[in-house]
């Protein structure tokens, strides 16, 4: 997440070349041929990527490079969504990188349920977690995104997992939204919406917006 990278990095088919994305240092998909990595940045979802990316092993050429690991610039990219049907395409990628990204965030979430509990529900059994971990979805929301609008339909509440929000009424804020698991701040600072649905309140009762990458649990 700390590399800048200025672009999406493609690996080709039937190439030696396997990388590990890993999240809260933990593993959580392996790539091999045919993958591409950096979309969240280069397609605009997240200002840094949530994800570490490392070579589990590949081999050099004679000049100490890969063959097989190529970089498209971001400025190839925006040129290419700059041509007729252009941004119908740039719309698609946003969203299938969007849905992959939250895939690979929710198994991480599945597969390290002790770590999530923390930052959930501390008190509650693991029971419990795991049934709300299976019932939800995980987002990216970047810097300045809307995370929810203030008398949208209450559907639904959130944990902001990672990163900070602001919650405002009327564009005023009236509070703030943060967990961060390097920070170590309490689990029910991180939550909001629980009074829209448990009351079953009909509409949003304030705006929430990204005020840094945010990882969120809905």
């Known amino acids: 997440p700390s590399t800048s990278l200025d672009g999406v990095v493609l690996g080709l088919e039937n190439e030696p070349v396997e990388l590990e994305v890993l999240f809260h240092q933990d593993v959580i998909s392996k790539l091999r041929g045919n993958f591409?990595?950096?979309?969240?940045?280069?397609?605009?979802?997240?200002?840094k990527s949530p994800f570490d990316v490392?070579?589990?092993?590949?081999?050099?050429?004679s000049h100490g490079t890969l063959n097989s690991l190529f970089l498209l610039p971001r400025k190839s990219l925006e040129a290419c969504f700059q041509r007729s049907r252009g941004a119908a395409v740039a719309e698609i990628l946003q969203g299938r990188v969007h849905s992959s990204a939250g895939t690979l965030l929710h198994k991480w979430f599945m597969q390290n349920p002790e770590s999530a509990r923390k930052v959930l529900f501390p008190k509650e059994n693991m029971s419990f977690v795991r049934d709300l971990l299976d019932a939800a979805s995980v987002r990216l929301c970047p810097v300045g995104a809307s995370i929810c609008s203030q008398g949208a339909t209450a559907e639904s509440c959130f944990c902001v997992f990672h990163g900070e929000a602001s919650a405002m009424i009327g564009g005023v804020e009236v509070a703030r939204i943060l967990r961060n698991l390097s920070h170590g701040n309490w689990a029910e600072a991180a939550w909001w919406g629980l009074v829209e649905v448990l009351c079953s309140c009909a509409q949003h009762l304030t705006s929430i917006v990204a005020l840094s990458d945010c990882v969120v649990l809905e």
Do not use: Y
């Open 36 to 47: 591409a990595v950096g979309q969240e940045v280069a397609l605009g979802i997240s200002s």
């Open 54 to 61: 490392r070579m589990r092993h590949g081999t050099l050429n």
